[in-house]
């Protein structure tokens, strides 16, 4: 099926819009999951809106399936490599990666696949720095369309990335195009600037699904403010996580703090600057407390770290909130690292960073906490409340511990909710480890459920799994599929709609 379909593609298209060598294929199969590498068939390189459609029409007469992908930089969630082996990637960021517009009174770009985080950053930087990215902590080469679509999140108040985008363009299975909100009009001035607009919301149907190929969409964009400050706070016991998100969650219900806030373990923070000392390859224990707790006092973090930023016009008009908060967590006895000590600390500047859109390299560190390569995201959902989030605590380290993991995690707070990211690195040359990372993530995932706290992005290699817990869900997107997709083009298998 697949020849016929690379023979039609290079006939129809042209031989470089494909590659099959047996090295691209390894590339493009390589992730850091615990299920082993996953080959694609072939991977595509569009140029434009009218080769994806192609593409999508000529994989439906020739039976092959598309796996879409923009950079394929999200690590430890799958990377490149499709949901099931033989699937073709249709790698949109190589040739498509244009800023096709930047609107600076509107605050907007509408951007292809490949713009990256970084690409975005320095062409506005580029225009006079007036507006600001939503950045993610992960690599400044990753794609914000991408990212969006995946449902990742930022930093900023514009950490919503798929809220922020409006006016996807869609190429749908049937090799048709979709423009969703006020884009549907042909000719519409709105496309760039209203999602609710006529009929139905569409957009959320394209966001961790198989239902269309998006090739372009608008990212909203906050303007840029003058002055920045981060500041941070560190509490000195694990069950310190209590009492600092009930102190977090009213300075977000009633909007003091801007950012998103961040509550951050001692390993997230000093695991991007260190390495397990002393480990050796295919140990499967974890971090003993003196030394964790050694770690911490050298590398001036907490048993947990809070951190946010304040915007302003002038330090001086910033000063009464930092005031305020101070106040806030001191009375609790935490102890404040102010905005020029966050500059000076390479792990506090990731927070100020992501605080600012600015793109960095330096969170990636954790992935290399202990040898072997191996990373995976656990990410479950948490109320803004102090004793579920110290119960979650108890939870993630009981089972980690017991499959030998360290427990890696930062809490981003919103007013209502977290997101508990929880990296959990492993030996992926060791075939034992990687089964046992495979089994501790079911049952993380079991446990979570079991106290009604469901996980959201997951990893390709968990996807089928994890669909199947949601019988009523499935049963709508199998429908839709069904509908949309008759003939499965469409990386059958993502997020378990086939
Ligand atoms: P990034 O490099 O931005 O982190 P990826 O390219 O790896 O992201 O894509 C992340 C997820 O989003 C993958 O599941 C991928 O299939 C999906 N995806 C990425 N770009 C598109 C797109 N343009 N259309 C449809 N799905 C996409």
């Not at 294929?25 to 390589?30: D, H, I, K, S, T």
Request: with cysteine; aromatic share 8%; charged share 20%.
């Amino acid at each position: 099926m697949s020849a016929q379909f690379f023979t039609a593609v290079a006939a129809e298209l042209g031989p470089d819009l494909l590659d099959t060598s047996d090295e691209t294929l390894a590339r493009y199969g390589f992730n850091r999951l615990p299920g082993g590498d996953r080959l694609p068939a072939g991977v595509a390189f569009p140029r434009s809106v009218e080769d994806v459609q192609a593409l999508v029409r000529l994989a439906k007469e020739h039976g092959a399936t598309l796996w879409p992908a923009s950079t394929g930089h999200n690590l430890g969630l799958g990377e490149f490599s499709p949901v099931r082996e033989t699937q073709v990637v249709v790698d949109l960021g190589r040739r498509m990666n244009r800023i096709l517009e930047v609107n600076e009174t509107l605050g907007y770009a509408v951007i292809e696949p490949g713009v990256t985080f970084q690409a975005l950053r320095a062409e506005l930087a580029a225009r006079g720095d007036k507006l600001m990215i939503s950045s993610t902590s992960g690599p400044p080469d990753g794609s914000v369309l991408g990212n969006a679509l995946d449902r990742g999140a930022g930093y900023t108040p514009y950490f919503d990335h798929f809220g922020m985008t409006c006016g996807l363009e869609v190429v749908l299975p049937d090799a048709t195009v979709l423009r969703t909100g006020d884009g549907a009009l042909t000719g519409s001035r709105m496309a760039s600037l209203n999602k609710s607009g006529f009929g139905p919301l569409l957009d959320g149907l394209f966001s961790q699904s198989n239902f269309g190929i998006v090739t372009s969409a608008t990212i909203w964009l906050m303007p840029r403010p003058p002055v920045i400050r981060g500041w941070a706070f560190t509490f000195d016991e694990d069950a310190d996580l209590e009492q600092a998100i009930e102190l977090v969650r009213p300075l977000k219900l009633n909007n003091l703090v801007p950012t998103l806030i961040k509550v951050t373990s001692d390993v997230y923070c000093f695991g991007t600057h260190t390495t397990y000392p002393g480990y050796r390859a295919g140990e499967s224990r974890t971090l003993p407390d003196d030394v964790r707790r050694a770690l911490r006092t050298q590398n001036g973090v907490g048993a947990w770290t809070v951190s946010g930023a304040f915007y302003g016009p002038t330090e001086e008009a910033i000063q009464p909130s930092l005031d305020r908060v101070r106040a806030h967590f001191e009375a609790a006895g935490a102890t404040y690292v102010p905005h020029d000590e966050i500059v000076a600390s390479p792990i506090l500047k990731i927070h100020l960073d992501t605080f600012s859109g600015e793109p960095t390299t330096s969170e990636l560190g954790l992935l290399d906490w202990r040898p072997g390569g191996g990373a995976t995201w656990f990410l479950p959902a948490a109320p803004m409340l102090g004793a579920v989030a110290q119960q979650q605590q108890e939870v993630s380290r009981r089972i980690l511990t017991e499959y030998g993991f360290e427990y890696i995690v930062e809490f981003v707070c919103g007013p209502r909710a977290a997101r508990a990211l929880h990296i959990v690195v492993f030996n992926r040359a060791d075939e034992a480890e990687r089964k046992r990372m495979h089994e501790c993530y079911g049952a993380l995932i079991a446990a979570y459920d079991k106290l009604g706290y469901p996980i959201g992005r997951t990893p390709t290699d968990f996807q089928e799994s994890a669909a199947a817990r949601l019988p009523e869900l499935q049963r709508v997107t199998h429908s839709i599929k069904a509908a949309l997709d008759p003939s499965g083009v469409i990386a059958p298998g993502k997020y378990g709609i086939v």
